[in-house]
């Protein structure tokens, strides 16, 4: 190889080199201080601002899912009409709970803004839940469905999602209906 192309092959490695260690160095932070505590903690696009909201949201979906796991199982019912009052049970559970939740204070505009996105999606969920029973109630005992979010992610992880992100776990989608 003739000094030239040393040359050229040396510059190229050069400037790889300098692209990922000046892409490194100018990496911007993706931690947030939590408004409660004062500590960092990892930043996501659904991560309260405040986890006082994550730690009431949490209480109140871990009350809704201990009523709920007193019902009966919906997926044992032996009748669809059975599997509706069960479901129906549950709903008013699921109601409730975002009842709660659309009356927490949180502390910055966008933990608001995270919140009631969020809510939307279960207020949708909820709608589908209702839509079902009515079925089941006619005798129609078809597939649960989900309204889809025009995206490619799914409404039940979403709400899971959102739930794992902030430690809300009793907050995750409901696994009631089966699946």
Known sequence: MSFVGKLALFIIAVASF????????????NTRVDLRTGLERTDGPDLFDDST??????????????NIAELPISTQARSPQDRAVAI??????YQNMLAALSQLDTSTDRDRLILD?????WESVIGDRITFTEGLEAGRDEPFTLTGTGTSERIDRR?????????????????DLGG
């Open 18 to 29: 300098a692209i990922w260690i000046t892409g490194w160095i100018l990496q911007t932070s």
């Open 53 to 66: 909201t994550s730690i009431l949201a949490e209480e109140i979906c871990s009350i809704a899912a201990t």
């Open 88 to 93: 129906a049970a549950a709903t008013d559970n």
């Open 117 to 121: 996105g969020w809510l939307s999606d």
């Open 159 to 175: 709400i899971t999602r959102l739930a794992i992100t902030n430690e809300m776990l009793s907050c995750q989608f409901p696994m």
